[in-house]
T-cell receptor, first 113, second 114 residues
Framework: AQSVTQLGSHVSVSEGALVLLRCNYS??????LFWYVQYPNQGLQLLLK??????LVKGINGFEAEFKKSETSFHLTKPSAHMSDAAEYFC???????????FGQGTRLTINP | DAGVIQSPRHEVTEMGQEVTLRCKPI?????LFWYRQTMMRGLELLIY????????DSGMPEDRFSAKMPNASFSTLKIQPSEPRDSAVYFC????????????FGNGTRLTVT
């Protein structure tokens, strides 16, 4: 069965600083991995996805994530944080044999001016 | 593409009352998911459908919860009778029927049971 662990329920960075949100997964077969963002009072929106093509995946709003099989990780990064990046971020995993998406507990990102 | 449409956006009801949440998936998507989000438990998958057929309802908390998908363009999640611990945001999501396709979420229904 797949699972996802997001390290750090809250992350706070200064505007312009590097954003790093950590995600580790567990899957017995090659996974599909996703990052979603949730703004207040809205549903989740897809940021990016990994589906066994390039290991470095670029998403919307300047975010990217790197799939590292040896570390079973899929960390999300952005070189320079913007105030509008303040939101909750969710990592999720599924695989070819699974039909459902398993989400991590989420990381709330705060941007300090 | 209007996206996934959920109604109502907010629902306030008294304990013991029946609550019905509604969802219209994106046209052409043949998988539909119901999630519940709370501070304590995060995002929980309640049930999902493929081609209008319930595939896995192991996340449905109790018999008070039921979900239907009578056709490809409509689904309901019903709670009867409702209890204060059911207060949460309920999300519906849909996608094409492949595991590498992302879910598209509605804006959710915020349920408050007093």
């Amino acid at each position: 069965a797949q699972s996802v662990t997001q390290l750090g329920s809250h992350v706070s960075v200064s505007e312009g600083a590097l954003v790093l949100l950590r995600c580790n997964y567990s899957s017995s077969v090659p996974p599909y991995l996703f990052w979603y963002v949730q703004y207040p009072n809205q549903g989740l929106q897809l940021l990016l996805k990994y589906t066994s093509a390039a290991t470095l995946v670029k998403g919307i709003n300047g975010f990217e994530a790197e799939f590292k099989k040896s570390e079973t990780s899929f960390h999300l990064t952005k070189p320079s944080a913007h105030m509008s990046d303040a939101a909750e971020y969710f990592c999720a995993v599924s695989d070819l044999g699974a039909q459902k998406l398993v989400f991590g507990q989420g990381t709330r990102l705060t941007i300090n001016p | 593409d209007a996206g996934v449409i959920q109604s109502p956006r907010h629902e306030v009801t008294e304990m013991g009352q029946e609550v019905t949440l509604r969802c219209k998936p994106i046209s052409g998507h043949n998988s539909l998911f119901w999630y519940r989000q709370t501070m304590m438990r995060g995002l929980e998958l309640l049930i999902y459908f493929n081609n209008n057929v319930p595939i896995d309802d192991s996340g449905m908390p109790e018999d008070r919860f039921s979900a239907k998908m009578p056709n490809a363009s409509f689904s309901t999640l019903k709670i009867q009778p409702s209890e204060p611990r059911d207060s949460a945001v309920y999300f519906c999501a849909s996608r094409p029927g492949t595991a590498n396709s992302p879910l598209h979420f509605g804006n959710g229904t915020r349920l408050t049971v007093t």
